[in-house]
């Protein structure tokens, strides 16, 4: 049955554009058929001869549903643990924390997790996320067995379980074992989603960039390649003094990625290398908080051209959520950056940005796009009196002004 949303407001476009008065048309296979204003959408559905149920949107501002852009689900069971530990002991894929704990917990119960953790994401509205899948294939199987039964849509970026040390020069290419599993991993997942520069080295950097690429060059393939880089100064350093080079400059020199997943402490060099080379750029600022590592410079990744999306990083660090995430790096950057970032800018970063750089039908309204939709009540107390339709989303909005959350067309909570 396709669906009629009248008298509404809507952030259109890629631009977010604010509009009142709007009818919006939703097909039954989820996708937005048409958006029309005030003037133009008199009775428009009357001789459509479908079968259309008619809702009444005067409460509501209606925006694209949010992305998370880079998320780490399968350590939702160590939800808090070592908070005091540092940066290495709690995430280093070779010795850490969540590493050991991956490793010794039951299946089922890291099953039961991600799949809670999933529902939670899509009651805060969001409604498409990015999963850097540790564990090879069956790390993907796992997910997607968790998640079978829930509508939230997910894009997994596998890797295989083999680290290295780049000042090794003895053990420096993946396994001939660990080549055959990165061949299958590659066909069942969304694509590839590398620990860090710093655990590869050039010639498996190489190694990875390859078997990418063979894939890639099929007709209308959407896979992506991810990696980590430049979140902690520590790591940093120890790229320099080991390879005369940025984690940012050997990823784009050997790798060439879709995605750079922190760049917390990039230097401007890296900034301009970045947007160059029209990598896209994912911060999580309150992952990197809860870490101290550091705040990433917004202002001048945007002043250089880089398209920023936003993610929330582990959940046994932080909690999936994009309104605080938004709400934090408006308000961190404001304190650290020489000039405002515009809070249209921001919320861009968990809608339109996160579509175009994952390559998703989603992100935005307009015709022709996914369904995936967010109804905000602009009468709730927390928003009123509304000067500032952007600013009051980023830092006053919550999960109760939320009322309803459209994915593919079907309401997941909540009706008008």
């Not at 078997?211 to 099929?218: C, Q």
């Not at 109804?375 to 009322?403: G, T, W």
């Amino acid at each position: 049955m396709a669906t009629i949303i009248k008298n509404t407001s809507v952030l259109f476009g890629k631009e977010l554009t604010f509009i009142k008065n709007v009818t919006i048309e939703i097909s039954d296979n989820g996708i937005i058929k048409k958006v029309l204003k005030h003037d133009e959408n008199k009775e428009f559905w009357k001789n459509d001869g479908e079968n259309i149920k008619i809702l009444n949107g005067e409460r509501f501002l209606i925006l694209p549903g949010f992305i998370n852009s880079h998320v780490h689900i399968g350590d939702s069971i160590a939800k808090d643990i070592g908070m005091n530990l540092g940066f290495n002991e709690k995430i280093n894929p070779k010795y850490g924390l969540k590493k050991m704990i991956l490793e010794r917990t039951n299946k089922e119960h890291l099953k039961t997790f991600i799949k809670n953790s999933s529902i939670e994401m899509l009651r805060k509205g969001i409604c498409t996320f990015v999963d850097f899948r540790e564990n090879g294939v069956d790390g993907i199987n796992l997910m997607k067995e968790s998640i079978k039964d829930i509508p939230i849509k997910s894009i997994i970026l596998g890797r295989v379980e083999q680290y290295f040390d780049i000042n090794n020069k003895s053990m420096n290419k993946l396994q001939e074992v660990n080549k055959k599993e990165l061949d299958k991993l590659i066909h069942i997942a969304d694509g590839i989603g590398l620990s860090g520069a710093n655990e590869n080295t050039k010639r498996v950097l190489i190694q990875y960039k390859k078997t990418f690429e063979k894939i890639k060059t099929k007709k209308g393939n959407k896979k992506l390649l991810a990696v980590h880089a430049a979140e902690s100064k520590e790591s940093m350093e120890y790229s320099i003094r080991f390879t005369k080079k940025t984690e940012v400059e050997r990823v784009i020199h050997f790798l060439k990625p879709d995605l750079i997943v922190h760049m917390t402490n990039a230097n401007i060099k890296d900034i301009k290398l970045v947007a160059k080379n029209k990598i896209g750029v994912i911060l999580c600022p309150r992952a990197n908080g809860v870490l101290g590592v550091g705040i990433p410079k917004v202002s001048k990744m945007l002043k250089e051209g880089c398209k920023i999306a936003l993610g929330s990083d582990n959940i046994m660090l932080n909690s999936p959520d994009m309104l605080k995430e938004m709400d934090y790096l408006w308000k961190v950057s404001h304190a650290n950056e020489e000039e405002q970032i515009d809070p249209k800018e921001i919320l861009k970063m968990v809608t339109v940005n996160g579509a175009e750089l994952l390559k998703l039908n989603s992100g935005y309204i307009e015709e022709g796009r996914e369904a995936d939709l967010l109804f905000l009540d602009k009468n709730h107390i927390n928003l009123q009196p509304i000067h500032n339709i952007y600013a009051s989303i980023v830092h006053r909005a919550n999960y109760d002004s939320i009322k309803s959350i459209m994915i593919n067309g079907k309401f997941f909570s909540g009706v008008l």
